[in-house]
C-alpha cells in the first residue's frame, strides 16, 4: 500500500471534517463576527492584541504542537499497529481535540479572556477552582518531566544511518544551543533597531541552517570532554535544560519566547512540507503491520493505553492552557476561533499521521524498534523523506532531530512559565520573591524525578522520560476531561440545550472514563511488587482523588441548575464557595 495515499486521504478527512463539523459547531455556538472580543475592548498592545488569524494560527499552532504529536503516535504505532493509532488520531482530534479547543478558546473569550480555570470558578465554585489549579500543575510537572528527559536523550550517542554516515548527538547538542542563542539576538534587533520581521526573519532563518550544518562539524559531547558515561552525560543534559527553563519562565517574553516561537513556527512548517513533499515523491509503502495484537508483551492493553498513549495530536489537555491563557487575549473575531482552535488541533493531527508515517515505513524487524526511541525514529523518518529531494541525509536526519528539540523547547518554557502562575494562584504568592520560589520549585521537582536512576524489572536502566510518559499522558487526558467538564456545565448554564450532551458531554465521559481507568492500571501495575518509592502510582492516586472530587462538585453543581431552573432558560454563575 502506498503511504502517500493514506496520508492524502487522512487529509481529506480532516478537511471535510473542518468544514462540516467546525462548521456546525460554530452555528451551535453561534460566533458572532461583529462581537467585540477582549483583544479589541481591552487592547494595551501588551498582552491584548488583535491579531490576524492567518499570523495568530502559526503562533497557536507553534504553541500547542510541540513534541507530544510525534512521540505519542509513534509509541502507539509500534506497540499497537499503525491502523488503531491512525483511527483515534482522525476520530479523536474531530470529535473532541478540535471540540475541546474550540470550546475552551471561546469560553475564554466570553470572560474577558480569562483562563479556563477562572471559568470554572465562576460557573462552579471556588473548590472546583482550587482543585483545577492543582490538577493543572501536577499536569505541567509531568509534561516538564517527560520532555525534558528525551530531550537529553537526543544530545548523547551516535547515530549510525544507513548509508554509514554518523549523526552525534553531540553534535545535536551544538546546533541546539546555536538554536537558542538565534532567537534572543532576533529579539534585541526587534526590540531596539528598526529592523522589520519580515526583513530579520529572511536573515535569521539560514543562520538556523547553519547552525544545524555546523553542529556536526563542532560537537559538543559531554561524554568526551568528561569522561561520563552516556548514561550520565544525559543526567547532566536534564540538569541544563532544566535550568534554561527557570531563566526562560523569569525573562520577558520579548527576548526569548516570542522570537523563538517565531523561529519555531517554522520549523513546523518545514517539518510538514518536506514530510509532505517527500511523501509525493518517495514512492515510500507501508511496511509496518496495521495492527499487532491488543495486549503488548508488557501488558499494556489498547483499552484504554492507546487513548493516552497518544497525549496530543488526537486531544490534549494542555491546549487549553494555551488557548484560554494567551490566545484568547488576541482574538480578532470570535469566528476567528474556526480557523485557529479548531482548524489548529486539525494541523496538529497532520503532524501526528506524518510522525505515524515514520513507524508505518519501517519493516517489522527494523533496528529502530529493538528499543524504539520516539525522537531518532521521526529524526530518521523525516531524513528519508527529504532526502528524497535531494538533501544530504545526514544533514536531512539533523534537522529531523533539531525539529523535535524546537517543538519540545516551546513546550518546556511555556510549561514552566504556567506552573509559575498556577502556584503564585494557589500559593498567593504574587510579589517577586513568590515570583522567584513558584519558578524555582516548578523546576526543582522534575529535576529530582530526572535525575534518579531508573530500571526495568530486570534491574536494568531504562530512560526516565519511558517510566513517567504514561503518567504525563494520562494526567494530560484527564486534564482534557477536566476542562470539557467544566465548559459543559458553562455551555448547559447558557444554552441549556440538548445538544450540549452530545457535543461536550459525550467527550467529557469518554475521555474521564479512559483516562481515570488507564491510570487505575498505571498505579496497580506499579503497586503490583509491593509499596514502592516509584512516585508515579503515588501522584497517579493523587491525580484520580482530585478528578473525582472535581466531578462531584460538578455534578452537584449541575443538578441544582436543574432543580431551580428548567430547560431552556439559561441561569447565572453560582456564587464562588
Not at 94 to 104: N, P, Q, Y
Not at 323 to 344: F, H, I, M, N, W
Not at 511 to 532: E, F, H, P, Q
Request: glycine content about 10%.
Amino acid at each position: 500500500m502506498s503511504l502517500l495515499s493514506v496520508v492524502v486521504v487522512c487529509a481529506i478527512i480532516l478537511l471535510l471534517a473542518y468544514r462540516l463539523y467546525g462548521g456546525l459547531l460554530s452555528r451551535l455556538l453561534r460566533l458572532d463576527p461583529e462581537a467585540q472580543t477582549p483583544a479589541v475592548e481591552m487592547r494595551d498592545d501588551v498582552d491584548y492584541v488583535p491579531i490576524e488569524p492567518k499570523f495568530l494560527i502559526g503562533q497557536h499552532l507553534s504553541a500547542i504542537a510541540a513534541a507530544g504529536p510525534i512521540v505519542g503516535p509513534i509509541l502507539a504505532g509500534v506497540m499497537f499497529g499503525w491502523l488503531p493509532a491512525l483511527l483515534w488520531i482522525l476520530l479523536g482530534a474531530i470529535f473532541i481535540g478540535g471540540v475541546h479547543d474550540k470550546l475552551a478558546l471561546i469560553a475564554s473569550v466570553r470572560h474577558r479572556a480569562r483562563s479556563i480555570a477562572e471559568v470554572v470558578r465562576e460557573y462552579m465554585s471556588r473548590r472546583a477552582y482550587l482543585l483545577f489549579l492543582a490538577f493543572i500543575w501536577i499536569a505541567l510537572i509531568y509534561v516538564v518531566v517527560a520532555f525534558t528527559d528525551i530531550t537529553a536523550s537526543s544530545f548523547v550517542g551516535v547515530q549510525t544511518l544507513e548509508n554509514g554516515q554518523v549523526v552525534s548527538g553531540g553534535g545535536i547538542a551544538t546546533s541546539s544551543l546555536l538554536y537558542l542563542l538565534l532567537p534572543i539576538l532576533l529579539g534585541l534587533l526587534l526590540r531596539y533597531t528598526k529592523i522589520s520581521l519580515g526583513m530579520a526573519t529572511a536573515i535569521f532563518l539560514p543562520l538556523v541552517g547553519l547552525a544545524i550544518w555546523g553542529g556536526q562539524k563542532i560537537p559538543f559531547d559531554l561524554s568526551t570532554l568528561t569522561g561520563l558515561s552516556e548514561l550520565d552525560a544525559k543526567k547532566v543534559w536534564n540538569v541544563l535544560i532544566l535550568g534554561y527553563c527557570f531563566v526562560a519562565a523569569m525573562i520577558p517574553m520579548w527576548l526569548l519566547l516570542q522570537p523563538r516561537g517565531h523561529l519555531g513556527g517554522y520549523f513546523l512548517l518545514f517539518a510538514l512540507v518536506g514530510g509532505a513533499l517527500g511523501l509525493i515523491f518517495g514512492g515510500k509503502t507501508v511496511e509496518y503491520p496495521a495492527f499487532l495484537n491488543w495486549t503488548t508483551a508488557r501488558g499494556d492493553t489498547l483499552f484504554p493505553m492507546l487513548f493516552i498513549t497518544i497525549a496530543c495530536g488526537a486531544c490534549s489537555g494542555f491546549h487549553a492552557l494555551i488557548a484560554s491563557g494567551t490566545t484568547s487575549k488576541q482574538l480578532r473575531r470570535e469566528t476567528d476561533a474556526q480557523p485557529v482552535a479548531y482548524g489548529s488541533m486539525l494541523l496538529e493531527a497532520m503532524v501526528a499521521i506524518i510522525s505515524l508515517a515514520c513507524v508505518m515505513m519501517l519493516a517489522a524487524g527494523s533496528p529502530l524498534l529493538q528499543k524504539p526511541q520516539p525522537n531518532f525514529i521521526y529524526a530518521q523518518g523525516i531524513g528519508s523523506f527529504l532526502a528524497t529531494l535531494g538533501i544530504p541525509v545526514a544533514f536531512a536526519v539533523s534537522f529531523g532531530l533539531m525539529a523535535f528539540t524546537t517543538f519540545v523547547y516551546d513546550t518546556l518554557d511555556v510549561c514552566t512559565r504556567l506552573g509559575r502562575y498556577v502556584l503564585q494562584e494557589l500559593m498567593g504568592w504574587q510579589d517577586r520573591k513568590g515570583k522567584w520560589a513558584a519558578t524555582f520549585i516548578t523546576a526543582i521537582v522534575p529535576l529530582i524525578l530526572v535525575t534518579q536512576t531508573m530500571t526495568d524489572a530486570a534491574g536494568k536502566p531504562i530512560p526516565a522520560w519511558r517510566v513517567f510518559w504514561e503518567l504525563f499522558g494520562a494526567s494530560n487526558q484527564l486534564l482534557a476531561a477536566l476542562t470539557l467538564l467544566g465548559v459543559t456545565v458553562w455551555l448547559w448554564k447558557r444554552e441549556r440545550k440538548p445538544w450540549v450532551w452530545i457535543v461536550a458531554g459525550l467527550p467529557t465521559l469518554f475521555m474521564y472514563s479512559m483516562s481515570v481507568w488507564a491510570l487505575t492500571k498505571i498505579i496497580g501495575r506499579d503497586l503490583a511488587g509491593g509499596v514502592s518509592l516509584n512516585p508515579v502510582p503515588w501522584v497517579g492516586m493523587a491525580l484520580v482523588a482530585l478528578a473525582a472530587v472535581m466531578l462531584v462538585e460538578a455534578v452537584r453543581i449541575l443538578l441544582e441548575t436543574m432543580r431551580v431552573s428548567p430547560p431552556g432558560e439559561p441561569v447565572t454563575a453560582p456564587t464562588a464557595s
